[in-house]
């Protein structure tokens, strides 16, 4: 599709005759009006126009000649060209003694509105590849890796370079559709300023995914380093954005399919954070490493079978004591007198209940291997 479309044509007549006093037309590569500052003329031949694009050069055209010409006014007409090649042509309305000297200022006002609107969508081509490429890498769907490395390399990403993944949940509230979109562009500029070398993708309306790079200056993995950084994020969308968002930091892997990994340990540690904590805004793989790792388990023969210990527990347990009772001892990293004080009950109450539990459950909560059973299900409830 031409850049030199009629949207942007008018753009270049309003411009041009708010400098100037005279007439303007933008005609295109078939000779057709496409903008000028009388409508009514729009969607004519130009055949004065047509003369320019076959002979590519400036034509002028006195009264004797616009006579003879069809759709045509005295004035001047004026080549526009993009990238070397003829795209369109200006004309000015107006004797062509009197109109002469507006010429050059009014194709050069065209031709930087033209060049202009190569840049942005040159730009906007840019950044949706460069989202492609991103969500190809984390999908782990890529190409032949020869073939990645040279379609980024096109796009100046180095996909080399170790990288972890955020995913950011967007929740616009009561945003209209063209209002969310509009701020998660401006989401995404947020994320890529300072320029930090991120990759974003929008994945979807309620997701954007981040590939940051991994290692610091001495090439470590820092993970309080991103932790402070994905704070700081929040701050500034807090300040800058009305969008509502939840991060999720997942684990740096050294792996051929490292991104792809990276990105389903956020999606999980998103995920199992929500479940644990609703109310806060940012987790991290770091803190959640065990019930992410257990998440993998949630579907199979496996999660059963570690379950059936809680589901005895739940028949004895008409109010909730006791899974509230395992649940705190667990919290206070199996130390009674914390767990005790976090209850509100008396230390040799809370030896009866957890006596009660192993009871139930058949389960000894002194031996390391019946204990972690416990804690495995209640990670996966």
Not at 115 to 123: C, G, H, M, S
Not at 139 to 160: F, N, T
Not at 268 to 292: H, I, M, W
Request: glycine content about 6%; some cysteine; aromatic content about 4%.
């Amino acid at each position: 599709m031409s850049l030199l479309n009629a949207r942007l044509a008018q753009e270049i007549v309003d411009r041009t005759m708010a400098i100037i006093s005279c007439n303007v037309n933008v005609i295109d590569a078939s000779g057709t009006l496409i903008g000028s500052g009388d409508r009514s003329r729009i969607g004519q031949q130009h055949e004065g126009a047509l003369l320019v694009l076959s002979q590519q050069r400036t034509v002028e055209i006195d009264d004797a000649m616009a006579q003879q010409l069809h759709g045509v006014r005295p004035g001047v007409n004026l080549p526009l060209r993009l990238a070397g090649q003829i795209v369109g042509v200006v004309g000015i309305t107006g004797q062509p003694d009197a109109v002469r000297h507006y010429g050059e200022l009014v194709r050069m006002t065209a031709e930087m509105s033209l060049e202009q609107a190569r840049l942005i969508q040159a730009l906007g081509r840019d950044t949706r590849y460069r989202e492609e490429l991103v969500l190809q890498l984390i999908k782990g769907e890529a190409a032949p890796h020869s073939d990645l490395e040279a379609w980024a390399q096109k796009l100046g990403v180095d996909i080399r370079r170790p990288r972890v993944v955020a995913v950011i949940e967007v929740d616009s509230g009561a945003l209209g559709i063209d209002a969310a979109l509009a701020e998660l562009q401006e989401l995404q500029t947020l994320l890529s300023t300072p320029e930090r070398d991120n990759l974003v993708a929008t994945v979807s309306l309620t997701e954007l995914v981040v590939l940051k790079p991994a290692l610091d200056h001495q090439g470590r993995w820092n993970p309080e380093e991103h932790r402070q950084r994905v704070h700081d994020l929040l701050t500034r969308v807090a300040s800058k954005s009305k969008l509502g968002v939840r991060i999720a930091l997942g684990q740096y892997f050294c792996a051929a399919n490292a991104v792809a990994l990276s990105y389903q340990s956020a999606v999980t540690t998103l995920q199992t954070g929500k479940a644990r904590n609703p109310e806060r805004a940012c987790f991290f793989y770091q803190d959640l490493s065990l019930p992410v790792l257990l998440a993998g388990l949630n579907s199979g023969w496996q999660a059963a079978q570690l379950r059936i210990p809680l589901k005895k527990l739940e028949q004895q347990d008409s109010n909730g004591q006791l899974r509230k009772t395992l649940a705190a001892w667990f919290a206070c990293d199996t130390r009674p007198v914390e767990a005790a004080q976090a209850l509100h009950i008396h230390r040799n109450t809370l030896d009866y209940r957890l006596s009660r539990i192993e009871a139930v459950t058949g389960l000894t909560l002194s031996k390391t291997d019946e204990r972690f059973l416990l804690y495995a299900a209640l990670q996966l409830a």
